[in-house]
């Protein structure tokens, strides 16, 4: 049988998912554990979250390096032996950290769970926080931080979230060396006797899960007592950022790096799905139309893309690119002219269609493992959402109208509502 290549295949649209529900249990110390009993193969994925990132600490970088800290040694076994127990099961560790959060995340065969649980409770327990590593690891940090500090693309990022949130925000802060450098071991210590080793944190299992691997992963994290912890009040002044340019200037660059946004909502706001369609149509996806524009069109960039991020407590919302400096202002006032056109002209419904069947498509494709839907469930689990929300995400995708389009786009992408900023020049 010959197939005609010149016929685009048939498709379906994707209107509905299915999400399996978690499983949740008490272990004996009151902590959550959350079981996703998914999967053709023998994998599991155990997770120890932590309510312990930059909103709990008292210096700046206590949470990470508390957190990167713990597979440096505990009271029987140093870094290297450490490390040798988690290779010999092939296993493979991760230390997790973000502003909301820190966690511990282990990858390994099933069977080798009851051989993963002595370790992990190990590293949150036990941990001794040497002062050799602790100093390799600012050492690291450092050397890495002035390599980033060479990228525009850092440049702009850092800075654009520092003028939004306020440089000490805990959403708005990020590393310096002079940070890094006075930063004490006691700092650190105090932080993961409070928020880790005497702190209640939440469990998350996905994979092949059993029975006797609930009452094993009871034996280890649920016999300790916890105590409950409550975030410090971080009273920082909200900055002034509606149409402010930033430049961070690089006269040696020969490229900018742009960052445009504002702050807007997380996942909990009425009308989250309606700007996650408006801002695939803008430049959410490699057929927006930024993409179409400023690097199909004029030529300006190989890549823009724009984000609404969701964070525990807020959201913003950031349009991102790289282009030649001389062609800064001219993209700059590109994506104004893009956004003008979503705020007086109804976006076509072939268009929108299209967009809608490749979020739908993308969303339902990104379900594919057990670890994947246990990220999707985490959301959920660790941000109070409600259970059916993603559920009901595909739903809300297609309900999304053209006027509902516009309506987000009047509302909140006004640029001079916007902060931008420019790392190189002008």
Not at 95 to 115: E, Q
Not at 168 to 174: A, I, R, V
Not at 290 to 297: G, S, T
Request: net charge negative; aromatic share 8%.
């Amino acid at each position: 049988m010959t197939i005609d290549r010149t016929i685009a295949p048939e498709f379906r649209v994707i209107n509905s998912v299915h999400l399996p529900d978690p499983q949740t249990y008490n272990l004996d110390n009151g902590t959550s554990l959350h079981v996703i009993n998914i999967g053709d193969q023998p994998v599991i994925r155990l997770e120890c979250i932590f309510e312990a990132g930059n909103w709990y600490e008292k210096e700046i970088g206590a949470s990470f390096f508390a957190i990167k800290m713990l597979s440096e040694g505990t009271l029987t076994k140093t870094s290297a032996e450490i490390s040798e127990a988690f290779d010999r099961i092939g296993a493979f560790t991760e230390m997790t950290h973000t502003a909301d959060r820190i966690g511990i995340v282990v990858y390994a065969l099933s069977r080798f769970l009851p051989d993963i649980l002595p370790l992990v409770s190990e590293l949150i327990h036990d941990a001794v926080f040497p002062q050799k590593e602790f100093q390799d690891l600012k050492n690291i940090n450092i050397q890495n931080l002035r390599v980033n500090k060479e990228k525009n693309a850092y440049l702009a990022t850092t800075a654009f979230r520092a003028k939004l949130f306020g440089s000490n925000h805990p959403y708005g802060q990020s590393q310096e060396e002079e940070n890094i450098m006075s930063l004490s071991i006691e700092a650190i210590k105090e932080h993961y006797g409070q928020f880790v080793k005497n702190g209640k944190f939440t469990v998350v299992l996905a994979g092949q899960v059993t029975e006797n691997d609930i009452k094993v992963v009871n034996e280890h994290l649920g016999t300790v007592n916890t105590e409950s912890q409550i975030s410090p009040v971080k009273d920082v002044p909200q900055p002034v950022y509606a149409n402010v340019e930033e430049l961070v200037e690089r006269p040696d660059s020969v490229q900018s790096s742009i960052r445009m946004g504002r702050k807007l909502f997380n996942r909990h706001h009425p009308d989250y799905f309606k700007m996650l369609v408006t801002n695939e149509i803008l430049g959410g996806y490699f057929g927006s139309r930024l993409m179409k524009n400023i690097r199909e069109e004029k030529g300006l960039t190989y890549g823009i893309s724009s984000h609404l991020v969701t964070l525990r407590k807020e959201g913003y919302y950031m349009i991102g690119t790289d282009v030649k400096k001389e062609f800064t202002q001219q993209t700059i006032d590109e994506i104004k002219k893009e956004i003008y056109r979503l705020q007086t002209e109804l976006v076509g419904e072939e268009e929108l269609q299209t967009v809608k069947n490749f979020m739908a498509g993308e969303f339902a494709g990104s379900l594919n493992t057990a670890f994947e839907v246990a990220d999707r469930q985490k959301i959920l689990l660790l941000d109070g959402l409600p259970t059916d929300f993603f559920k009901h995400y595909i739903e809300q995708i297609h309900a999304t109208t053209s006027d509902d389009v516009l309506s987000m786009a009047v509302q909140y992408l006004q640029p001079e509502d916007m902060l931008t900023v420019i790392a190189g020049g002008k």
